[in-house]
């Protein structure tokens, strides 16, 4: 329950009573009351009683129209068109949840008391590789959206699925042991840290070694045996590797500011012994079958191009498990273990079919009951200017820490230009600030399902619709705050009468707990952009409307700082949600 009810959510009770009094028969029926420029809200969903109830439409809405009437809240009702309902509200009801908000350390938003265990799986970087920009974007998908569900009430416990098991250490390994001191000579440390540039090329050469050399392809195939056994030196390189990983995936999240911590770190390795058992189990109940030596699942609608059925493979024919079979040892460990109701992963689209099956196995299995939902939260591709997917110009990926280094020099230039008497410390800070949370900005502001061009230019703009735009909203709030004179608090003085800019940005203050609930229902964090796009908006039209400083009275100006404070606040929490951060000045 919200502890300030929202004008639209008591219109919406209000408009519910009324229809239940004229039509009883009608009375679950939705009015579609959405926010207007003719008047403040319209409601759109009376009309469509009109067939069922065999009255006029007009007639419809004039009967719901009497049983609203006007009061404290509503100022005045109109029927309009073919059958719309015009709302106007007052202008005390607009300041009476101005001042609770402020005064309210979440704005006014409550949280849920019987919400639920989600498990959300994001980031999941590989050991020995670098980070490409796919994990980039399902890092700041699942940062955000374990922000968001958080402020909900969700108890939400996060998973950086690494992939840290498999085939390719074997080879690694055994690079290792054969060059134990060739990887270290001449360590150029470079800025994505001396770890990642050691195992990068410690990647290269080991594949290389591997395609050419068959007798070292053989040592190394026994070497994965010896670390599916616990071969005590086997198992100690390969813990190394996987230190030395870490440090380098600390360094991203550090930069980019996001919540994952090392215990949220519980990659492939961790469900290993559990494989034989999901098999057996899936094996001894029938949902999978042996199939040319291969342990599989079947479904019905999933086939190949030549229209045989595609399986998911739970164990090969030579024993080995893959990465669904982890999953699926996984969603066991969630569900029974963890007590999720909620699974989401956070992760490339083209991942969806592999989901699908994973998820549809897990179920006739038993072991994702109906109460539990698992959602695959797919995202598209980070392109370059060429509309392709983003590569360097020697066709590799491009390395995390070198785009993030892009966005913030970028920022530099912008925040020096705007302040060049900054102290350096300062100007780093800022930059950082402005370039990390433009990046995240570009990223979650666009529809997730959807791909994006990486324009570090475009996205420190001052004036587009960037985060830097937010940023900069959130300072000229700050400065106006500063600049207000002594005595002069931040009050919404009750009796006034607003003009069109200050209920305009009002109402629109009143929609943030709307707005965070729709993004914890759809797991779309572009909605919150969107939102907090259109609040620095309407503040720019009421600061170039209503002079703040220069009011025509105390009350006024008392009124306006609470705006401008209300503003503030709402613009920071909203940021913060989205993992944005928000400089006093800029
Ligand atoms: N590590 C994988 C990759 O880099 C993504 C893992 C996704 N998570 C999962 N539970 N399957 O592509």
């Known amino acids: 329950m919200p502890t300030v009810l929202s004008i639209a959510d008591v219109l919406r009770e209000r408009f519910a009573q009324a229809i239940s009094t004229a039509f009883p028969d009608a009375a679950d029926s939705d009015p ?17 009683l009109a067939k069922p109830l065999r009255v006029n439409p007009r007639e419809v809405a004039a009967r719901v129209l009497e049983n609203l009437g006007v009061d404290q809240v509503i100022a005045n009702l109109e029927v309009s068109g073919p059958g719309f309902i015009n709302v106007t509200v007052t202008d005390a009801a607009i300041l009476e949840r101005l001042a609770a908000r402020a005064a309210d350390a979440r704005l006014g938003v409550g949280s849920n008391a019987e919400a639920g265990v989600t498990v959300i799986d994001y980031s999941q970087p ?19 959206l374990v922000r968001a ?14 992939g840290d098991w498999g085939t390719q250490f074997g080879m690694l390994i055994q690079y290792l042991v054969e060059h134990p001191a060739e990887l270290d000579e001449g360590t150029e440390p470079d800025d994505s840290g001396p770890s990642m540039s050691r195992l990068n090329r410690l990647y290269k050469a080991s594949r290389a070694k591997f395609d050419s050399d068959a007798d070292f392809a053989d040592r190394a195939r026994r070497r994965v045996v010896e670390l599916q056994a616990g071969h005590a030196e086997t198992v100690a390189s390969w813990q190394g590797m996987v230190d030395e990983s870490k440090v380098y995936f600390e360094a991203v999240y550090a930069r980019l500011g996001v919540l ?27 949902v999978a079958v042996r199939s040319d030596g291969a342990l599989c699942v079947f479904f019905e609608d999933i086939k190949g191009p030549n229209g045989e059925p595609t399986p998911l ?14 999953d699926l040892a996984a969603i066991r460990d969630r569900v029974g273990m963890l007590g999720a109701n909620q699974l989401l992963y956070v992760v490339d689209s083209r991942q969806a079919l592999h989901f699908q099956m994973v998820f549809e196995t897990a179920r006739r299995a038993g072991w994702l009951p109906d109460n539990v939902r ?14 392709k997917p983003f590569k360097t110009r020697s066709g590799e990926t491009v390395r995390l820490m070198d785009l993030l280094d892009e966005a913030v020099d970028r920022a530099r230039t912008v925040v020096a230009e705007k302040s060049p008497q900054l102290a350096t410390e300062e100007l780093e800070d800022r930059a950082r600030q402005v370039g990390i949370g433009a990046v995240k900005y570009a990223d979650l502001s666009t529809s997730r399902t959807r791909d994006y061009i990486f324009d570090a230019d475009r996205m420190v703009s001052l004036n587009g619709d960037t985060g ?32 069109t800019a200050e209920r305009g940005l009002g109402l629109l203050l009143d929609e943030f707990g709307a707005t965070i609930d729709l993004v914890a229902e759809t797991f779309e964090p572009h909605r919150l952009c969107a939102y907090l796009h259109s609040l620095a908006a309407a503040y720019t039209t009421f600061y170039e409307h209503c002079p703040v400083l220069k009011a025509p009275s105390r009350e006024v100006l008392e009124t306006r700082l609470l705006l401008c404070q209300l503003t503030g606040q709402t613009l920071r929490q909203g940021m913060d949600l989205l993992g944005i951060g928000t400089p006093e000045r800029l």
Do not use: W
């Open 32 to 48: 579609q009351l959405r926010r207007s420029d003719r008047a403040d809200f319209q409601a759109n969903g009376i009309m469509g």
């Open 126 to 144: 590989n050991i020995a590789k670098e980070m490409h920009v796919g994990h980039l974007r399902s890092t700041i998908i699942g940062d955000a």
């Open 149 to 162: 569900l958080e402020f909900t009430g969700e108890k939400v416990i996060r998973r950086n699925h690494l």
């Open 260 to 286: 994952l911590e090392d215990a949220d770190a519980v990659g492939e390795s961790y469900y290993n012994p559990m494989l034989a058992d999901v098999c057996a189990d899936l094996e001894a109940s029938g």
């Open 313 to 326: 493979i739970v164990q090969k024919s030579d024993g080995g498990y893959g990465y669904a079979t982890t």
């Open 374 to 387: 698992a959602l695959h939260l797919g995202f598209g591709t980070v392109l370059g200017k060429d509309g």
């Open 468 to 499: 830097t735009y937010l940023q900069y909203a959130y300072a000229r709030i700050q400065s106006i705050l500063r600049k207000a004179p002594e005595g002069v608090t931040p009050t919404a003085h009750q009796d006034l009468a607003l003009e």
